[in-house]
Nanobody, 125 residues
Framework: QVQLVESGGGLVQAGGSLRLSCAAS????????MGWFRQAPGKEREFVAV????????YYADSVKGRFTISRDNAKMTVYLQMNSLQPEDTAVYYCAAGLLRYFPSSDSRGYDYWGQGTQVTVSK
């Protein structure tokens, strides 16, 4: 099993940056692709980005492409989401997830097996 704990959320002005971290525990971290999802109030959870087990492949939602960067450090068992040029519409609870994806990339939340508790990101105008 994999346990996931997100951190790094907070309040930032539009145009600012944040870096989210997701610390994993468990012996099989490197088997998993790692994804970031987000959920805004009153909206469904949506895909943000995913990275494969080695970090060699990444995939992004169109809404964040060019602004967000996903990365991972397998030695530290941590995945990151660097978020630049943040906009109010990026306000949401951000979740990291681990999945043994049958196909890469996958933006379907049903393909992910383990989830963190989420971290709040609020972007003010």
């Amino acid at each position: 099993q994999v346990q996931l704990v997100e951190s790094g959320g907070g309040l930032v002005q539009a145009g600012g940056s944040l870096r989210l971290s997701c610390a994993a525990s468990g012996r099989t971290f490197t088997r998993y692709a790692m994804g970031w999802f987000r959920q805004a109030p009153g909206k469904e959870r949506e895909f943000v980005a995913v990275i494969n087990w080695s970090g060699s492949n990444t995939y992004y939602a169109d809404s964040v492409k060019g602004r967000f960067t996903i990365s991972r450090d397998n030695a530290k068992m941590t995945v990151y989401l660097q978020m630049n040029s943040l906009q109010p519409e990026d306000t949401a609870v951000y979740y990291c997830a681990a999945g043994l994806l049958r196909y890469f990339p996958s933006s379907d939340s049903r393909g992910y097996d383990y989830w963190g508790q989420g971290t709040q990101v609020t972007v003010s105008k």
